[in-house]
């Protein structure tokens, strides 16, 4: 009998590639955007070629909810990745429904080390438009972090959450790192725990991240279009701005860019920028995956070796 496959997240973990595999493997019934592989109850209701071992549900931002998930929401021209929510509500309410919907689920976490995962939504934020430098949005996410209740990346809490309300003999957990180093290893463990056959999958490298001079650019040029539009009026400004972003979503001025790089060379966001403090905010929130070997070789990823804050 087929199952229920239900992967959350977290952002920024090859969530992209694994939808794409998804898609492509011959056992799996997933569809963008639908629910347990199906795009609307119409087509629960028509024939289907069957065969399929598991029936999908994927998005990345059930890991984090918020009101605006799925949205490119606009703040007077700058997009931003994290929103004064309580996040560890959304968290206890979306496990709950999703419980309630899917009770016999599995369930596919992903994981990210956290300088990478912070430095990875700094180019997502960027991409959607936001006009903040890496510190000044290190220093906005710094705020959130401090209060455990908006801790976006309490990898413990939300483990124990789904292990508790799925039971843990149905969580896996994987981390973003191992997709990253050794593609082939991360899908023959994923099938290996999946129990499905092996697919001859190439998908390369989906979903990059920008380049270090598009991190330092991409802002710039996104205050200098916030402030034009502005001259607008707000319902022009809106529209004007949004036909921009969706063109920074899939990095269409890569050329200006690089003619702005020549022009003044030697203006990128490294990680050298980031603010090494906001680390002391993530230490100890990833303690659940320490015994898991597969994690073994990312430790200083997951802050294990720090010290806690107090």
């Avoid at 956290?114 to 903040?132: D, E, H, P, T």
């Amino acid at each position: 009998m087929a199952q229920h496959l239900l992967h959350i997240g977290y952002p920024k973990t090859g969530s992209t590639f694994l939808q794409a595999w998804f898609e492509c493997h011959p056992e799996f019934r997933y569809t963008h955007g639908g629910l347990g592989g199906f795009y609307n109850v119409y087509e629960l209701a028509r024939p289907s070629e069957g065969g399929y071992k598991f029936y999908v549900t994927s998005f990345e931002g059930l890991s984090t909810p918020h009101v605006a998930a799925g949205e490119v929401r606009l703040d007077f021209g700058g997009a931003r990745a994290f929103r004064d929510e309580r996040v560890k509500d959304n968290q206890r309410a979306a496990c709950s429904l999703l419980k309630s919907l899917f009770p016999e689920s599995r369930v596919l976490i992903m994981t990210r080390g956290f300088r990478g995962m912070i430095l990875s939504a700094y180019s997502q934020s960027v991409r959607m438009g936001a006009r903040l430098h890496l510190a000044e949005m290190c220093g906005e996410l710094a705020e959130r972090l401090r209060d455990d209740a908006r801790h976006y990346y309490d990898y413990d809490f939300l483990v124990g959450l789904y292990a508790e309300t799925f039971g843990a003999e149905n969580l896996m957990i994987l981390p973003y790192e191992l997709l990253r180093d050794d593609q082939a290893k991360f899908l023959a463990v994923l099938e290996g725990r999946l129990g499905v056959a092996h697919a001859d999958v190439d998908l390369g490298r989906v979903n990059p991240s920008l380049s270090p001079e598009e991190l330092y650019w991409y802002p710039v040029i996104s205050r200098a279009v916030s402030a034009a539009a502005a001259r607008l009026g707000p319902a022009r400004r809106e529209r004007f701005y949004g036909w921009y972003v969706r063109r920074t979503l899939d990095n269409r001025l890569r050329r200006l860019v690089s003619v702005l790089a020549r022009l003044r060379p030697g203006r990128k966001i490294t990680p050298a920028d980031f603010p090494e403090e906001i680390l002391s905010l993530c230490v100890g929130k990833a303690t659940r995956l320490r015994g898991d070997p597969l994690y073994a070789p990312y430790a200083a990823d997951y802050l294990w070796d720090e010290p806690a804050r107090p």
